[in-house]
């Protein structure tokens, strides 16, 4: 995984850091200044370099998440098929809002963008897991699994 | 009118996880025949007779686009598939990948041939993370059976972002840096990953290719219309019965996918590819989907008669600020200020003034934005005052007569008075 | 590389191939505005102030990095330029929050510069929520308001590309991006030396040398 530091300073040595964000960000939940850090010195790359690509993509938390990402669609076909009525469900079941997270730790709750399920709209995904086809009254039911 | 499947004519006969199964059904003949017999000049001319276009929304000719990365003298080439897949309503390339990843590789195994590539990467949406591992074991049979002699494919994974389905944002993004789009020309084919010469295709394109290889290019580009040859595979969603994705040939009619395929029925508008895609009213259903009329990237979302066209818009808007790049000003400030727009018809607070700021908005960023991002976000404002006009005017009247009336406290709610 | 001959504003103009339509401009006394290009750097292309017509072509095209091509029909000033102009500047000034309008520095400002020339006024445009950050001035050498900052990145290019200290990046995406040093934090004096290049090259008074050095 760590790049010898002729391979990071060479022209595509930076080719390893968005695969190496993901496999830090998968396994510690987010991604904090002490990994930035350490990704920054392997790739031979300033600290806010790092932060900058960090901060561009919605898979990389920069803030500290709960164990479990529940992402909502919020796009037309989802809208469509009334996601705010599932929207309001999740918000009831674990009391916060979408972008935060629950008070045991156990769940983050975002609004995203379409997710390519569009034919079961109002769809989610929980962690990598896809749920289709949602009722604001079978939202419990998939929580209560994880 | 039936569906006509090319494309995805071995979805859902064949084991996806078995390489076996794929060559039963005459897998890899194409690639065989390109190898063996074919000079990798004879195959760019084949797949440029056939008229092929991208199906990633742009539709330029695919052959011809070879053609200009064969003919670049580099040290090295690169094939990128775009499986990104992140127009709002489309789905089409998910379930290729599912039900046949091997003809994807197939056409990237006759695509590297062509162009003279010597490592490929999918670029796969972190969305779709769950095909990861299949695919990256597809790759595995197809490398076992030798055919992968010529090139590497590895499959990269995005970490969330639809701009990076831009060609040259994606090329960012595989190099580790922000998934920024960069500046054209120079165009990849010339200069792409790593400044060297790259091509750049869409799953359906390169689904195409194999059947093209084994059937000729008088066979395909007898389907089809005058610059559009081929099927089109369509992603269906929004108010039909029968949601999904349909393969037709090009030039069918919205009402054959929509009603006759989809089962919409009490229609008042189509939005057609994504949310940067065309909105046109049920009176056009008869319109033909092709390159010369409107098709992007094949998402086709319907709206009955109880839809409220000015929510719809605001929802693509809302799509488009959060997926803005932010790195030009046109995108990054335009559809901020557009929404916020959106935002105050919607909870009935808008003015006449509104309708020309939204026009002189989307004008401006249609023009000068520096990727399609940007510049295609100004279609569904632009097409929604066009042909629906009076919803704006209606909905302007109302607000007036709603202040005069009613306090504020009712609308401060960020989800408005719906 | 040979000539190539090209048509700007009407004037037939004969240039370096593979020069700039800005610097086939510039160079025949054709003024186009810009605000992230620094001369002599690879061009960003992000401000889009620089846009004209070219014929043939269904976008306006960057003067700062489109390179000029054999027969191109420029148009650098025609309605439709400056219309599209005006909204970008606009659009500029919206988010761009601050108390531009009592600074004494405003003259110096590009951005209002170019508003008065353009003839824009007041912006009419709203956004929900405008960029506002707390003012930073725990760099002795440098005093960063990003509330003024239009993005234009030219701090982050010379910083880079010219110093090679490289303490700046853009972070963030969209509309809520934003000039980052560090871990986005204030600018330490340890990272940043006093080359004030950055403040040199703002085309705001987001950068300016601290009052009292
Ligand atoms: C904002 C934006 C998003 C795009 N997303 C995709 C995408 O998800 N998949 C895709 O194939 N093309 C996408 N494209 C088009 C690509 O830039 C590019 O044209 C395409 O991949 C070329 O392949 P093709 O010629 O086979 O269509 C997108 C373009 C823009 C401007
Ligand atoms: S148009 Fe939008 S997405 Fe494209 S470069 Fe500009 S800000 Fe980025
Ligand atoms: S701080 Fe100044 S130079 Fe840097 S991006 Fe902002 S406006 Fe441009
Ligand atoms: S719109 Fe929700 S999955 Fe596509
Ligand atoms: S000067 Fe050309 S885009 Fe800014």
Redesign the interface.
């Known amino acids: 995984m760590v790049p010898s530091k002729k391979e990071a300073l060479s022209e595509n040595g930076r080719a390893g850091l968005l695969p190496a964000l993901k496999d830090r960000a998968g396994r510690e939940g987010s991604l904090n200044r002490e990994s930035m850090s350490g990704l920054a010195g392997q790739y031979h790359l300033p600290l806010n370099e790092v932060y900058g690509v960090s901060t561009f993509y919605a898979f990389l938390p920069v803030l500290p998440t709960g164990k479990n990402i529940i992402r909502v669609c919020r796009c037309l076909p989802c809208h469509l098929k009334d996601a705010q009525a599932v929207i309001g469900s999740i918000k009831k079941e674990l009391g916060i809002a979408p972008g935060e997270t629950s008070r045991d730790g156990k769940f983050s709750f975002e609004l995203v963008s379409c997710i390519g399920a569009c034919d079961q709209a109002p769809a989610m995904m929980i962690n990598d897991k896809l749920y289709g086809d949602l009722t604001p009254a079978g939202i419990a039911e998939i929580l209560k699994s994880y | 009118m039936a569906e006509k499947r090319i494309v995805l004519s071995k979805c859902g006969s064949i084991d996806p996880q078995d390489i076996g199964t794929y060559i039963a059904k005459g897998g890899f003949s194409a690639f065989i025949k390109a190898r063996d017999k074919m000079k990798p000049q004879a195959i760019i001319a084949e797949v440029k007779k056939s008229g092929l276009t991208g199906r990633g929304g742009a539709g330029f000719n695919t052959g011809l686009k070879w053609e200009l990365a064969r003919n670049a003298k580099a040290k090295a080439k690169y094939l990128l598939c775009n499986a990104d897949e992140g127009e709002v309503g489309t789905f089409k390339d998910k379930y290729i990948l599912s039900n046949d990843p091997f003809g994807l590789i197939e056409g990237m195994c006759i695509a590297g041939l062509a162009i003279g590539a010597q490592q490929a990467f999918i670029y796969l949406r972190n969305e779709y993370h769950f095909l990861y591992d299949p695919l990256v074991r597809a790759v595995g049979q197809v490398r076992e059976k030798g055919y992968l002699k010529h090139m590497d494919i590895q499959v990269f994974e995005g970490a969330g972002a639809y701009i990076c389905g831009e060609e040259s944002a994606l090329m960012n993004s595989i190099e580790g840096m922000r998934g920024e789009s960069r500046y054209k020309p120079p165009y990849p084919p010339t200069r792409g990953l790593w400044g060297l010469p790259t091509i750049i295709n869409n799953v359906e394109t390169l689904m195409n290719v194999p059947h093209i290889i084994n059937n000729g290019a008088a066979w395909f580009s007898a389907i089809g219309t005058g610059r559009s040859k081929g099927t089109k595979v369509f992603s269906v969603s929004g108010d039909v019965s029968r949601p999904g994705v349909y393969e037709l040939e090009m030039g069918s009619t919205l009402r054959e996918l929509v009603v006759g395929l989809a089962g919409a029925d009490d229609l008042k508008a189509v939005q057609i590819g994504g949310a940067t895609g065309n909105i046109l009213p049920a009176s056009m259903l008869n319109t033909p989907l092709s390159h010369e009329t409107y098709l992007g990237s094949g998402a086709v979302v319907a709206l009955n008669s109880g839809r409220d066209i000015i929510d719809v818009v605001q929802n693509d808007m809302h799509f488009l600020n959060d997926e803005s790049c932010g790195k030009c000003t046109p995108c990054r400030e335009g559809t901020e200020v557009m929404l916020e727009i959106f935002g105050r018809l919607a909870r009935g607070e808008g003015h006449e003034g509104d309708i020309n700021s939204l026009d002189a908005l989307a004008r401006t960023m249609a023009v000068s934005s520096l990727c399609g991002l940007g510049q295609a976000a100004a279609v569904p404002v632009l097409d929604s005052l066009r042909y629906f006009y009076n919803d704006y005017i209606d909905r302007i009247n109302q607000s007036h007569f709603l202040r005069s009336y009613l306090s504020g406290e009712l609308f401060k709610s960020e989800e408005g008075i719906r | 590389m040979g000539n190539v001959n090209v048509n700007i504003d009407g004037r037939k103009i004969r240039v370096r191939e593979g020069s700039t339509i800005l610097e086939a401009a510039t160079a025949n006394g054709i003024t186009i505005p810009t605000l992230c290009h620094i001369k002599g750097q690879v ?1 960003s ?5 620089c ?1 004209v017509e070219v014929e043939g072509s ?3 095209m ?1 003067a700062c ?3 000029v091509a054999e027969g191109m029909v420029i148009h650098s000033k025609s309605p ?1 330029v400056i ?2 102009r005006k ?2 500047v606009e ?2 000034l ?2 761009h929050t601050g108390d531009c309008v009592n600074d004494s520095n405003a003259e110096n400002c590009a951005l209002h510069n170019l508003a008065s020339d353009y003839e824009v006024g007041a912006p ?5 929520n405008p960029r506002f950050y707390p003012a930073e001035e725990s760099n002795p050498y440098v005093k960063r308001d990003m509330s003024k900052c ?2 234009c990145r030219k701090c982050v290019k010379v910083c880079g590309e010219v110093v090679r200290k ?12 934003k000039v ?5 934090e204030a600018l330490t004096a340890e990272a940043c030396r006093d080359c004030l290049k950055c403040i040199e090259h703002c085309p705001t008074g987001a950068l300016s040398a601290p009052a009292r050095v």
């Open positions: 061009p292309g992000v401000c889009r102030v846009v269904k976008t306006m960057g990095h489109t390179p439709k219309a599209v909204v970008i659009l500029l919206t988010a009419h445009f709203n956004v929900r239009i993005l490289d303490v700046l990046s853009i972070g963030y995406r969209g509309f809520k991006s980052v040093s560090g871990f986005d």
